[in-house]
C-alpha cells in the first residue's frame, strides 16, 4: 500500500525558513517523480514543484521559484521541500503526491498525502 | 498558464439521482502521444485528493462505475449516474498537459 506522510508545517514569521519532508512507502520510490501541491485551508488546489525520479529534472510554480527548492533523497525514500523567504501567501496545507511516471513532467498524480499545516504570520 | 473553469460550482442532489460536472480548458488538453491530459479527483470532507478519472474516462484502480468521464478537446464532463452519501465532497478537474499544471475552481458535491 503506498503512503505518503509529510511533516514540518508549523508557525513561521514572514521572511523565515522551513523545511517540509514526505516520507513513502509501498513503491519503489526512485521509480516515480513526486509533487508538492499545497492549499489554502477551505480553498483550491494548487501545484507548486515536481522533481523526476532521479532527482535530476526540477519544475516550480512561477509564485515559488527562486524561493523553494524540491529534493528528494532515494536512499531514504523522502521527498523534501526547503520554503526560504516565506510569505503569508504561503499559508496552506501542503500535500505531497506522487505521479505514476519517473519523467520531470509526469502529468498526475495518483496517490497523495494527508497534508501539513504551513502557516505564516507575525 | 492554460486555464480550467468548472461549472457548476455547487451541486445539490438527492440520492439516486445523476450528477454532472462540466470543465472546459482555455486549450485543447491533447497531447502529441495521443493521450488526452485531463484528471478527474474528489476531495472529501477531511481528506486529501484522491485520483478519481485519468486521460478523460479511465477509472482509477477501486474507482465506482458509478462514475464516467467524457469529453475531448477543451470540454470534458464527470457523471455521476446514482449519487451516494460517500460522494460528497469537491470535485476537481485537472490538466497534466503542460506545467504549471492547473486545476478547476472545484465544484461542491453535497446531499439534497
Known amino acids: 500500500e503506498v503512503q505518503l506522510l509529510e511533516s514540518g508545517g508549523t508557525l513561521e514569521q514572514p521572511g523565515g525558513s522551513l523545511r517540509l519532508s514526505c516520507a513513502a512507502s509501498g513503491f519503489t520510490f526512485s521509480h516515480y517523480a513526486m509533487s508538492w501541491v499545497r492549499q489554502v485551508p477551505g480553498k483550491g488546489l494548487e501545484w507548486v514543484s515536481v522533481?523526476?525520479?532521479?532527482?535530476?529534472?526540477?519544475f516550480y510554480a512561477d509564485s515559488v521559484k527562486g524561493r523553494f527548492t524540491i529534493s528528494r533523497d532515494n536512499s531514504d525514500n523522502t521527498l523534501y521541500l526547503q520554503m526560504n523567504r516565506l510569505r503569508a501567501e504561503d499559508t496552506a496545507i501542503y500535500y505531497c503526491?506522487?505521479?505514476?511516471?519517473?519523467?520531470?513532467?509526469?502529468?498526475?498524480?495518483?496517490?497523495w498525502g494527508q497534508g501539513t499545516l504551513v502557516t505564516v504570520s507575525s | 498558464d492554460i486555464v480550467m473553469t468548472q461549472t457548476p460550482l455547487s451541486l445539490s442532489v438527492a440520492p439516486g439521482q445523476p450528477a454532472s460536472i462540466s470543465c472546459k480548458s482555455s486549450q485543447s488538453l491533447l497531447h502529441s502521444d495521443g493521450k488526452t491530459c485531463l484528471y478527474w479527483y474528489l476531495q472529501k470532507p477531511g481528506q486529501s485528493p484522491q485520483l478519481l478519472i485519468f486521460e478523460v474516462s479511465n477509472r482509477f484502480s477501486g474507482v465506482s462505475d458509478r462514475f464516467t468521464g467524457s469529453g475531448s478537446g477543451t470540454d470534458f464532463t464527470l457523471k455521476i449516474s446514482r449519487l451516494e452519501a460517500e460522494d460528497v465532497g469537491v470535485y476537481y478537474c485537472m490538466q497534466g498537459l503542460q506545467l504549471p499544471y492547473t486545476f478547476g475552481q472545484g465544484t461542491k458535491l453535497e446531499i439534497k
Open positions: 522533481i523526476s525520479g532521479s532527482g535530476g529534472s526540477t
Open positions: 503526491a506522487k505521479s505514476p511516471y519517473f519523467g520531470g513532467n509526469p502529468r498526475l498524480f495518483d496517490h
